[in-house]
């Protein structure tokens, strides 16, 4: 689940709260403190800023609360269920809300910032990783999808994993430099091929193997091209983190059919925040929230 959006529409389409006035701009940065059972700080970026906590309320379930650009983003995560019920909604009038770009861009910041912060998959306190993981599917919500949902994840009901494709730790390196592993296939529907989903396929190499500028590469007759093909049937892929849940190559190390899919959707022509990637989005939300680690 990843396409980070760039930073050119950044703060011209500020979703909820209109603009920061310049005299009460903070620092740029995260501040970030923990303590047993509780993640507190805020984080700010360009003139924007968002608050944020993650706190134990009982064993196994989190509250978790992000505030930024006049919305309020909030999450009860029950670990021992696979249960979490997220909601999103405008702090001036409680009304439902949307995600727009602007707002993506700043938790898009924030889930970069808390990855450099936070260790890495379960080495992380359980309120810090579920966070995490919280931001990042907020960072990657498209806007025609309601906030308010209840996401649900079980293995193999609601999510599958696909370990054993990303080889090596996800890595392209060492004795996995040259090796391939494909998965067939990432797929979605959308209005090329007739919404069919055999026709909107990639073959891809999961794991974080190599790019070309941010981008990924792709098997033009026997060269390796560097970009994106549109809609092409069936072309084999491989890039940066393809199958792993989060934005970019996050904190967690989930990969999964679902995120797989969501993949293939958004570098298959398509932008992150398309209508045509709701349904994969959808149903990667829980393998983001709940799904075990790889490695």
């Known amino acids: 689940m990843r396409k980070v959006l760039g930073a050119v529409a950044a703060m011209m389409l500020l979703g909820c709260g209109g603009s920061t006035r310049p005299e009460a701009q903070a620092v740029d940065g995260l501040e970030l403190k923990q303590e047993s059972g509780a993640v507190t700080g805020r984080f700010a970026q360009a003139g924007a800023e968002a608050s944020f906590s993650s706190k134990q309320v009982e064993e196994g379930v989190y509250r978790i609360e992000v505030r930024q650009n006049g919305m309020s983003l909030t999450g009860l995560v029950d670990t021992v269920n696979g249960v979490s019920d ?4 405008g702090e001036a009038t409680g009304q439902d809300t949307q995600m727009l770009d602007g707002d993506r861009e700043v938790l898009t910041g924030l889930y970069a910032a808390l990855n ?9 306190a ?5 966070l995490r993981r919280a931001v990042s599917l907020w960072s990657q919500h498209p806007t025609s999808v309601e906030l308010q949902r209840t996401v649900m994840g079980e293995q193999g009901r609601g999510y599958t994993m696909l370990c054993s494709y990303a080889k090596c730790n996800g890595a392209w390196t060492g004795s996995c430099g040259g090796s391939y592993n494909w998965y067939s296939y990432a797929k979605h529907d959308c209005q090329h091929g007739g919404f069919d989903l055999a026709k909107n396929q990639q073959i891809a190499q999961l794991g974080d193997h190599t790019t070309c500028g941010g981008d990924e590469f792709y098997m033009s007759g026997t060269t390796w091209v560097c970009g994106e093909p549109d809609h092409w049937s069936r072309p084999k892929v491989m890039g940066i983190c393809f199958g792993r849940c989060g934005g970019g190559c996050g904190g967690d190390t989930q990969y999964t059919l679902d995120a797989t899919n969501h993949d293939g959707c958004v570098r298959n022509g398509h932008a992150l925040a398309s209508a045509y990637c709701d349904d ?3 149903s990667a939300s829980d393998d983001e ?7």
Do not use: R, T
């Open 289 to 295: 929230m709940f799904a075990g680690n790889c490695y």
């Open 280 to 282: 994969q989005f959808v």
């Open 116 to 124: 450099a912060q936070i260790p890495a998959g379960d080495a992380a």
């Open 86 to 89: 997220l909601d999103g909604f």
């Open 126 to 130: 359980p309120e810090a990783k579920y």
